[in-house]
């Protein structure tokens, strides 16, 4: 939908733009559905079949690709991440200096994207 905007005879189109909360859902979603294709569908903290995407660091790092793990539902949601094993997973593939950057990350990272920073996201993970 677009709005006519009238100024000293001239004419300026402005295009509605999609609310902030609709462009995180679907930077999300296609994320979301980029680490789980990844992760060949394989839940990160038992081994059977995963098809959500689960955070070791909530609300924090919410896009970066180190921070998320494909995860089964039973995983996910009824062991909230099943955190103890994930964790473990992090250190012992990738070392515990680098599981500490991660955590430090984590608490120097802002959680809110920018609209631009949003429709990046988006273009990046929809050719995935």
């Known amino acids: 939908m677009e709005k006519v905007i009238r100024f000293k ?3 300026i189109r402005k295009h509605s733009l999609r609310p902030l ?3 995180k859902a679907k930077a999300e979603k296609l ?5 789980c ?4 569908y394989i839940c990160f903290t038992c081994g059977e079949g995963g098809n ?5 660091w909530h609300n924090k790092l919410d896009f970066d690709e ?3 793990h494909c995860q089964c539902a039973g995983c996910n949601k009824w062991r909230h991440g099943n ?9 012992y593939l990738h070392g515990e200096n680098w ?6 990350d984590a608490h120097r990272e802002k959680s809110k994207k920018s609209r631009q920073e949003l429709e990046e996201l988006i273009k990046k993970y929809s050719s995935v």
């Open 9 to 11: 005879k001239e004419v």
């Open 21 to 23: 909360p609709k462009l």
């Open 31 to 35: 994320f979301h559905k980029y680490i």
């Open 37 to 40: 294709k990844r992760d060949n």
């Open 52 to 56: 959500q995407a689960g955070h070791f």
């Open 66 to 68: 180190r921070n998320l």
């Open 83 to 91: 955190l103890a094993i994930y964790a473990t997973k992090l250190v």
């Open 99 to 104: 599981f500490e950057e991660l955590s430090a």
